[in-house]
């Protein structure tokens, strides 16, 4: 149990969030046109660029992930969307992008596949799309989209726009966004970046602040160029969560102290960890290769009664997600991202066992 | 100089936070699919409801008012929209809903004049509208319009969706939304709620829903029905800002604790005691009778350095507003809402007094 009498968060998102980040939202707020906070504002941004090694603009935004979709998609599209779907939050993306009145396709792969280059490259060959929407890591799943070999692809065309969610694996994942040519990069800060839920970030490229200003109907709210004559004087055009501001200066301090690299390592090592425990007790769901690198999807090939073991894990403290939809009693997810430590895994995996043992 | 070395605010908005409430956000968070994310849920939704006077629905929102201004006119606007203008704030939700691609027409008064009856009315006879967005109050004027005569006015047109931004007067002031028959009620939490910003709440009426139902390109995020559909489960779309939640929680504890009748009246008898002080030390600048219970408009008739004075202020530990826009030198703004008390305010005048008289 968690020391606050809660269970400890395994799932993915609302992730675990370490005390020290807690107390940060305690911090007393300030005008949102003031110095101070564009001090804190500059400070997150050369942060979080450095996170995403990118020389893109930053914007901080007061609303999850999904609210950023839709920014995506509305500040891109004027021929056609290639929404590439591997899972329900893929598949949502679409659902977004079509709610919002543009034209959009959905092209998809069997759940536990991942989205490859020659289906990315087969479907913009067509010429009939200039934005694609590619998201690196499916939750719903477990499965991370091979997004280097994507980027390769996307060389080939430079017309059509690289709108990447990286939800749920920014900051536990190198992802060179300027290397990579990413367009726009988009997360929610519950996930990787360990926050409570609330906030989330994107990277924009100025390709597509020159065609955001081509787009009509955005609204204001998720429109880019309004962000960005904000961003200029190191503000928000609203009153944006500060909380979660001061939340997330305290999380890329904790973030440069452990140092990108060894943060890196520790979430590969975490999943080789959680894979091999899932290889050797059942199996894992994702297609080989392509398993993720921040949340496992564990294949219940024992047949297992899930709600029954993740009852049973949540009375003694420990809370981990059953299958996604379709994949309910078919898999359970571990999620090890953000502030999850080797203890944390290990301690889980030691419970787990012991579980399943009281289960047979 | 507030406990936490940072000035206090009596801006309006962010404001002034009670202790109590930073503490809360420190809570750990649940899964948004839970059975204890549900509970807490129906609790916010049923003390907002008492605060509101209403059986509508209530929805809890991670973004800002601003978002929620272009939510509630992309799920009613059809024909046209008529957005009444008398200041900074109600004239951004006109270029919002224009920016939505939604016809709308700015129907404006002059700064510090309210919007009356008569206006309301010769507009709507028109015909031309199916859609009338408000704010009760206006913070870059100071003025509060009179909401309950509008109202009256609006029984005539029973065809005309009634949308009201009460994002610094909810809670603050007692608005009976159902009595009123207000479609729409939005806020942001960091005015009257008095949370840190980053969250807001809307109140729905059927009738809105219904007609939601028949408009288009509406986007995902901000969908009243897909908001709808999650809060008949007692849950939100997606992960919403579960801190704001938990500060939500203990304010509604804190707002029954001093009781709804005290909390309006507390108000009303901070605003008495401000505004005796500008008329006695310079002068108001709303129309008289318009002037707002939340903060007061202060107009500058002696001509000082408003800049040198909001300075000083600020070394002494407390932030005020300047005038807003082209109200700029010519008025400042002292905010009395939320958890500002009465020897908060007492203490700020008699530093305001000691440092006009340094300025002399």
Redesign the interface.
Known sequence: M???G?PK?F?P??TH?D?EI??A????????RTA?FSELYDNLVSGIQKVLFTDNTIYLC??????L??AAV?NTVRKRCANFVCGAFSS?WH??TV???LPADAIHVELGEAIKPELVDNTLATGKYDVMTYVHNETSTGVMNPLGEIAEIMKKYPDVMFLVDMVSSMSSVKIEVDELGIDVALA?V?KGWAL????SICSVSNKTLDISAKC????????FLVLDKYAKRSQT????????MYGLKRQLERIFAEGLKNRFQRHSDLADLVRAWALDRMGLFPELGYESATLTCVENTKGIDITDFQDRLLHKGY?ISGGYGPLKGKTFRISHMGDIMLTDIEELLSVMDETLNEMN
């Open positions: 968690n020391i606050t809660k968060l799932i998102g609302p969030v005390e807690l107390n939202f305690t911090e007393y707020p300030v005008g949102h101070s007061t609303c999850t992930a999904t609210g979709w839709e509305r949502r659902d977004s709610m919002c009145g929610s519950q409570p839920p609330g906030f009509d109907n955005k609204g204001l709210y998720f429109d055009p609203s009153t944006p969560s500060i909380p979660h809370m």
